[in-house]
């Protein structure tokens, strides 16, 4: 298991947050948060393995690279100690970061992601593989489009849409699959109880995927963390609600960093 030379940018000053995206994403997903945080924080964020101008290694990808990838990160940059923030399945990435690397991490913000999931979630998120894997990933972009945006921004930003479908379709369909199968793969639930750095975990009201009901039994499992459920929201809530995202993780910061 060998870790990667990810792409990667760094902005502002003060403690070090590192920003670790979801499937499909980039790092530049986060550039509306960081924007009100970069004043006060180091922020790094990086493209995951595969992704954007990152090295595409072959596939499968697990849990344990991308993890693995993100400590060769801060190796590289010399940071000593971290707050890590990732969304959907970089919310695996950074809590699984914080189990193996625990004298590294500050504390953890989980956006987005799900634990404790169901026979019937699982089989929902094994469903849409399937009809990737069946009719292709451009032809189950209007499923993705319905569980990340609100109607109301679909409708007002057409233009963030296409270009959060166009890191999609610029992503390599094998590279799209194989996190997708990391994300489907991965149950925190029997080891969240590890984790001992202090935890941000926060959704929207109205995510399919990565409900507020699976977001409280995250919350239930960790030892010392905050739920917060974003009203009205669905999945994209880094460009939804940037600036109410970076409220909170200052916020949590200040309280437990």
């Given at each position: 298991?060998?870790?990667?030379?990810?792409?990667?940018?760094?902005?502002?000053?003060?403690?070090?947050?590192?920003?670790?995206?979801?499937?499909?994403?980039?790092?530049?997903?986060?550039?509306?948060?960081?924007?009100?945080?970069?004043?006060?924080?180091?922020?790094?964020?990086?493209?995951?393995?595969?992704?954007?101008?990152?090295?595409?290694?072959?596939?499968?990808?697990?849990?344990?690279?991308?993890?693995?990838?993100?400590e060769?990160?801060?190796?590289?940059?010399?940071?000593?100690?971290?707050?890590?923030?990732?969304?959907?399945?970089?919310?695996?990435?950074?809590?699984?970061y914080?189990?193996?690397?625990?004298?590294?991490?500050?504390?953890?913000?989980?956006?987005?992601?799900?634990?404790?999931?169901?026979?019937?979630?699982?089989?929902?998120?094994?469903?849409?593989?399937?009809?990737?894997?069946?009719?292709?990933?451009?032809?189950?972009?209007?499923?993705?489009?319905?569980?990340?945006?609100?109607?109301?921004?679909?409708?007002?930003?057409?233009?963030?849409?296409?270009?959060?479908?166009?890191?999609?379709?610029?992503?390599?369909?094998?590279?799209?699959?194989?996190?997708?199968?990391?994300?489907?793969?991965?149950?925190?639930?029997?080891?969240?109880?590890?984790i001992?750095?202090p935890?941000?975990?926060?959704?929207?009201?109205?995510?399919?995927?990565?409900?507020?009901?699976?977001?409280?039994?995250?919350?239930?499992?960790?030892?010392?963390?905050?739920?917060?459920?974003?009203?009205?929201?669905?999945?994209?809530?880094?460009?939804?609600?940037a600036?109410?995202?970076?409220?909170?993780?200052?916020?949590?910061?200040?309280?437990?960093?």
């Amino acid at each position: 298991m060998a870790a990667i030379d990810v792409d990667y940018t760094v902005t502002g000053s003060g403690p070090a947050i590192f920003f670790a995206h979801g499937i499909g994403g980039r790092r530049s997903g986060w550039d509306d948060i960081i924007a009100f945080l970069e004043d006060d924080f180091t922020c790094i964020r990086y493209d995951q393995r595969g992704h954007g101008e990152s090295p595409v290694p072959p596939v499968p990808y697990s849990l344990d690279e991308l993890v693995e990838d993100l400590e060769a990160l801060r190796a590289k940059l010399g940071i000593e100690k971290a707050h890590v923030v990732g969304h959907s399945l970089g919310g695996m990435i950074a809590p699984a970061y914080a189990r193996t690397h625990p004298d590294r991490v500050l504390t953890l913000g989980l956006l987005s992601t799900a634990a404790g999931r169901t026979h019937e979630d699982a089989a929902k998120v094994k469903g849409v593989i399937t009809a990737m894997e069946e009719k292709g990933i451009p032809n189950i972009l209007d499923t993705l489009v319905d569980r990340w945006f609100t109607d109301d921004f679909l409708k007002a930003n057409p233009d963030l849409v296409q270009a959060r479908l166009d890191e999609v379709l610029t992503t390599p369909d094998e590279v799209f699959l194989a996190v997708f199968r990391v994300y489907a793969a991965t149950e925190m639930a029997p080891w969240l109880h590890q984790i001992m750095a202090p935890s941000l975990v926060l959704t929207g009201e109205f995510d399919g995927g990565c409900n507020p009901r699976l977001n409280a039994i995250i919350d239930s499992l960790l030892p010392t963390s905050e739920l917060v459920i974003l009203k009205d929201l669905k999945h994209s809530i880094l460009k939804e609600a940037a600036e109410e995202v970076a409220g909170h993780i200052r916020r949590f910061i200040a309280a437990h960093g």
